[in-house]
């Protein structure tokens, strides 16, 4: 089992700048603060801190020597102040998503606009509010949200896939399937090969009328994990709607 990723805390980069020119010219030194997790033997992922002092922005990856060479730790700022922020924005995100399977959609959104007031780019809190304002049928303010989401790579990794598919639903639910399908799109450029992203876009298709749309994806669910009996039984239930009685394959609809 793989050692990686490590959460190595916070670290300082100093920089060199600088100002002014000819007799005023001068220079200065910059710290900024950085997250930072190793994950792999020769690679460590920086993430700048932001005014909250929690991880938020672009990552990027540095060899072991550069790394070495630029970084050095602050455990101390780390433990006075990233840590007990970032265990507030979970507190708060968990809070989020509890009162949203309880159904209290106004406490949910309090809770999940407190997190985003510590990280705006929160991808869990932004996938957490993004469902409660597809639920509250607040389109505009779901829009916004899905803007956020569908250009940070980190709304697509298989640690959100549970707060991604309560959105995903969401959008479904109440009728914004140009939205869903989007958002499900995107995903699948991500990975092509998770039934249950294949299986919600038939859902997606099968909502919008699209019925040769709906059959191909149920196909590449059920190629994918043949022993879904959920996408069985759409399959055999689209066919029956159709009247397809012996046809193998979506292209026959054509």
Known sequence: MSVYPQILGVY????????????????????????????????????????NHVPSGLRSVFPKGEFLAAFSPEPAYYERNTLPALRSLQKKIAEGEEQFAKGRLDEAERAFLKALMIDELSVPANLGAGAVYAEKRE?????????????????????????????????????????????????????????????????????KGDHVATLTHLEHCLRLNPDLEVAQKFQRYCRKQLGDTGLGSADALR
């Not at 000819?22 to 932001?50: C, H, I, K, M």
């Open 12 to 51: 300082a980069r100093q920089a060199e700048a600088d100002v002014g020119t000819g007799a005023t010219q001068g220079s200065y030194s910059q710290t900024t603060y950085w997250y930072v997790r190793r994950t792999g033997d020769d690679a460590f992922e920086v993430q700048p801190l932001n005014a």
């Open 139 to 207: 389109f505009l303010k779901v829009k916004k949200v899905l803007g956020i989401l569908l250009n940070n790579d980190e709304t697509f990794q298989v640690e959100q896939r549970a707060r991604f598919n309560t959105l995903g639903m969401s959008l479904r639910k109440q009728g914004m399937l140009d939205e869903a399908l989007t958002y499900y799109r995107k995903a699948l450029e991500y990975n092509d090969a998770d039934e249950n992203l294949h299986f919600n876009l038939a859902r997606v298709y099968f909502d």
